[in-house]
Structure formats: structure tokens, C-alpha cells
């Protein structure tokens, strides 16, 4: 009588697939933390873009701020403040509404401001994941490129871009750019202004 057997997988065997399965998996665990870095910073540089949208929105709708100002000449504006100072600077940007009516932000110690204030901080919008703003150029004619502050700025009824720094630009501005980049791959995106109000995202 012939007996019938059934032969498993030997160790050598089992340990072949086994390498062969982390090598696969280390490929896709390391492609995937480079993608995920990839879409994060898309995705802060569209956050920035719609916080700019919003500026130019409620500003065109006429909204009035929870502030103190001289509602007889005060005419509604709002915009976004960016600031490459120091690398916590570097990781958030500031919504505000521009009581003062000067094209910029008064810089203040404390953010969001109050009601009945005169802090111009509306909302102070952190970036996360490590993610930061690399830098911020102003590009035009006789204009000086890097700046370490930036104005992006809406006033009722103009449909176009407020665009200052301090010092104050005395130059003709093409555009502005703003650079976002990720801290473990080099990963960036470009968001540019354009006075005219149109942004658009690279």
C-alpha cells in the first residue's frame, strides 16, 4: 500500500516569502509617508488660497466686523497677514479686518482680538504637520523679491488686491508668491496673488 503525503513549505522556504513580503511592504510604507507629505502640503497651500477667498468675499459682501471703528468713513476690508520672522511665525498666518483702513495689519500681542476692540486679529490660522511658509516674494518691476511680511488686503467696493510689506513696497507689482514646503521630504507648493485678485496654486 502506497501512502500518500502532503509536503508543506519548508523553512527556507517560509522565510524567502517572509523577506520578500517587508521588503514590499517597506516600498509601500515609504511611498506612502512621501505621497502623504506631497498631498498635505497641496492641501495647506489650497487652505491659504481659500483664506484669501474668504478675505476678498466677505469684504465685497459689506460685512461688518464685532470691532470699534468709525463706522461714518470705514469701509468694510479684511485680508491676510503673513510673517517669516521666526519659524513659529513661520507656522500660522493671521485673518484680520483692517480697521485702521491702511492696507495692513496692526500687529498684536494677542489673537483672535475681542469684541468692541481695536485688534485687527480676527482668527490666527495655525499650520500643522510640521508644514511651514518658506518664503514670501514680491515680483515686479524695481520690487525686492524675499520680504519677511506680506498684506494681502480686499476693501469695499474694489474688486482687486491690496499688496503691501513693511518697508513699504515702491515698486509695480506683477505678483506675489507665497512658498509652502513639508519638513521631512522636499515637498513645496506655490500660491501667487496677482493685484487683479486672481490666486492660483502650484
Known amino acids: 500500500i502506497t501512502g500518500h ?11 524567502v ?3 520578500i513580503f517587508s521588503v514590499m511592504t517597506s516600498v509601500v510604507l515609504f511611498n506612502y509617508g512621501a505621497f502623504q507629505a506631497k498631498i498635505d502640503i497641496k ?5 491659504i488660497a481659500l483664506q484669501i477667498v474668504e478675505a476678498h468675499k466677505v469684504s465685497l459682501s459689506g460685512k461688518l466686523p464685532l470691532r470699534s471703528y468709525n463706522f461714518a468713513t470705514w469701509k468694510p476690508s479684511y485680508g491676510i497677514y503673513f510673517n517669516t520672522d521666526t519659524s513659529e511665525d513661520k507656522k500660522s ?24 476692540s481695536t485688534n485687527e486679529c480676527i482668527d490666527k490660522i495655525s499650520i500643522t504637520k510640521g508644514n511651514s511658509i518658506s518664503a514670501l516674494k ?18 469695499r467696493p474694489d474688486s482687486g488686491a491690496i499688496i503691501t510689506s513693511s518697508p513699504a513696497l515702491a515698486c509695480v ?20 496673488i496677482y493685484p487683479s485678485g486672481r490666486i492660483q496654486v502650484n
Not at 514680491?138 to 476693501?155: A, M, Q, W
Open 43 to 47: 492641501v495647506l497651500a489650497n487652505d
Open 17 to 19: 516569502v517572509l523577506s
Open 138 to 155: 514680491v515680483i515686479g518691476e524695481g520690487c525686492p523679491n524675499d520680504v519677511t511680511n506680506l498684506n494681502i488686503v480686499f476693501k
Open 93 to 116: 498666518f493671521i485673518f484680520f479686518t483692517d480697521l485702521d483702513q491702511l492696507g495692513d495689519y496692526t500687529v498684536s500681542t494677542s489673537c483672535p482680538g475681542t469684541a468692541n
Open 5 to 15: 503525503y502532503q509536503k508543506g513549505m519548508t523553512y527556507v522556504e517560509l522565510i
Open 173 to 192: 507689482i506683477s505678483h506675489v508668491e507665497i512658498t509652502v514646503v513639508s519638513p521631512t521630504v522636499s515637498h513645496s507648493a506655490l500660491i501667487k
